[in-house]
Structures are given as structure tokens and as C-alpha cells.
């Protein structure tokens, strides 16, 4: 089954942009998902066209209408859920991505101007989604994020390599640092016990510096996995699916 994204937006020329390339570009080709960018501008009703209004009450800025905003979303609602991206929504984190890639897809509605009619977003019961603590001009920088995030997780677009580093970050902490060859680089050495073939050593290690790096540079995520019920992950163990347990 083909995972379909709808994004509605006022620029559907930069999509699938990025996306187009790469992984996640092949497997949009292979059909593994569908991408349909619908401009908004195209609901609107008039000779004008005109999607947006001055504020009520005044201030800088304009609003999305809230009827074309409602006829754009109205011509492709499904079962999907229907997501607006912007700065005041909740942070989008990899349990949420793993949840929407589990779906069938998703609307991505990409606000322009000061935002959208708030009644819009009450009356479709649209998800408030946003990729972090700053400020884009559009939200389609973050649909290009929140669509890369899912698309890498459906079935057959990557390998298991990508599913064990997923799990040990939905474990809360960072990747440990990766070397290659040379094993000497410019008087640079690699830490020994890589090269020393103890699997078990190897797995310590990365254990601790991925618990080192979390607590130096996230403080905000528990690194400290001990009183966790499951037991962790360890490199090279297999990874759960995103469905059901068996
Ligand atoms: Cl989803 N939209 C905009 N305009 N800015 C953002 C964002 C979204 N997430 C972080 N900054």
C-alpha cells in the first residue's frame, strides 16, 4: 500500500524538492509514496483569488481565510490525519513521526503570512505540528522535514542499519561517534578497542560514549537508562517493526 501525502500550499513548486533525490526520492518513484502538492490558491473563489485578509483587530500581517483554507482540505480529506505546520505547534519528535509513518499517509496544510483563521483549524480538528524552536517563513520547510522523517521509516526504504539507529534514539540518547579507515589519520588514532574485534567491548563502548554525548549535550534526555523496565537495545540486536507485537 502506497503511504500518500497531500500538501496544500501557495508554492507547489518546491515540492517534492529534496525529496525528489535520494532515498526517499527512489522510493517515490518505486510508489512506495505519493506526493500530490495542491496549491490552496486554486480553492479560492473570485476573479481575485485572494487567500488571505487583514487581521480582526488590527496588526501586521494577514491571515489565511478560513473558507479556502476549509475547500482545500475538504477536497482530499480521508482517513489520513490532517496537519497544520506552524511555530505554535507541539515539537514534532520521533515517537510522533513513527506513529504518522505507521498510517496511511498525511494532509500538511503549510501556513503563509501570520497564520491561519483559528476557526479553520478548530472546525477540521487539525493537528498543530512544529519542527522546532525558530522561525520559517512557511511551513513548507518543515512539511519537507516532517514527509523525509516519515517516508525513511516505510517499509523497504531503508535498511535495518536505519531501524537500529531510529530505536536508539526513541531510546533517548544520541549516537555514539563512527570511525573508518584509515586507522591513523593525520596522527589521529581510532580508539583501540574498535579495532580489537570484542564485540562485547565494542557494545560497552558505544553504550557509554552514546550516554556521554547525551548527558554533554542534551541534558533535557535521560541518558541514564537503568531504571528503564525494558532492557536496551545493543547494536546488532533486531529491531521491532512499527506494527503489532507477534
Ligand atoms: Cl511548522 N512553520 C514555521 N513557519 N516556522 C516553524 C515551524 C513551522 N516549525 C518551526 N518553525
Redesign the pocket.
Known sequence: MTWRATVLTLFPAMFPGPLGHSLAGRALAQGVWSLAAEDIRAYAPGRHRSVDDAPFGGGAGMVMRPDVVDAALAACADDRPAIY???R?ARLDQPTVRRLAAGSGVVLLC?RYEGVDQRVIEARGLLE???????????EP?ALVLLDACVRLLPGVMGAAASAEDESFAAGLLEYPHYTRPADWCGRRVPEVLLSGHHAAVAAWREAEAVRITRARRPDLPADRSGDPAPAALPGATVAGSGPAP
Request: glycine residues 30%; proline residues 6%.
Open positions: 505546520l506552524t511555530p505547534g501556513g505540528l512544529s519542527i522546532g524552536d525558530y522561525v520559517l517563513s512557511g511551513g518543515a
